[in-house]
C-alpha cells in the first residue's frame, strides 16, 4: 500500500528537491509563464497557488512567510503589488498547465505552467507585397553618360 505517500521526488535528494520547486514559483511569479516538463509542474503548481494566496491575504506575517520561500526581494513586490490584486476576486485555479509536445533532447513531455490571465498575444503578421523579398531594393545610382 502507498497511503499517504503523495508528491513526485522529481529524481532528486530533498534539499535539492526543495531547492528546484522554490525556484519554479520565484520564476512562476517574477515572469508569469515558464516552460519545464509535467512532472515538474505538477509539483509546483500547488506551491504557486499556496503563494498566490498568501499574497492576497496582505499582512506583515504573510509577507514574511512569501519572502522565506521565495528567492527574490523582486519576485516579493511583484506578488503583493500586481499579482495578488489580480486574483482578488479568484478563488483558486490561479495557474494553467498547457502542454507544449515534446522536448528535444530526452523526449520528456514539456509544458508551459503560466498564470491565468497571462495568455500570449499572438500579433497577426502584415501581409507582404508582392516582389519584396528579403531586403527592400535600393534605388540604384544612375550611371552618368560619357561623350
Known amino acids: 500500500m502507498r497511503h499517504r505517500k503523495g508528491g513526485s521526488k522529481l529524481g532528486r535528494n530533498p ?11 520565484t520564476n512562476v511569479i517574477e515572469r508569469e509563464r515558464i516552460h519545464t516538463t509535467l512532472a515538474r509542474a505538477r509539483a509546483a503548481r500547488p506551491l504557486v497557488e499556496r503563494v498566490i494566496t498568501l499574497g492576497k491575504r496582505d499582512s506583515l506575517h504573510t509577507r514574511r512567510q512569501a519572502a522565506s520561500f521565495l528567492m527574490s526581494p523582486a519576485a516579493v513586490k511583484k506578488l503583493f503589488a500586481e499579482i495578488a490584486p489580480r486574483f482578488a476576486q479568484r478563488p483558486g485555479g490561479y495557474t494553467r498547465i498547457v502542454r507544449a509536445g515534446w522536448r528535444r533532447g530526452d523526449n520528456a513531455e514539456a509544458v508551459i505552467l503560466e498564470l491565468v490571465g497571462s495568455e500570449l498575444k499572438i500579433k497577426e503578421k502584415e501581409p507582404e507585397k508582392k516582389g519584396q523579398k528579403g531586403k527592400p531594393e535600393e534605388a540604384e545610382p544612375e550611371a552618368e553618360e560619357k561623350e
Open 15 to 25: 534539499a535539492h528537491r526543495r531547492a528546484t520547486l522554490r525556484n519554479l514559483v
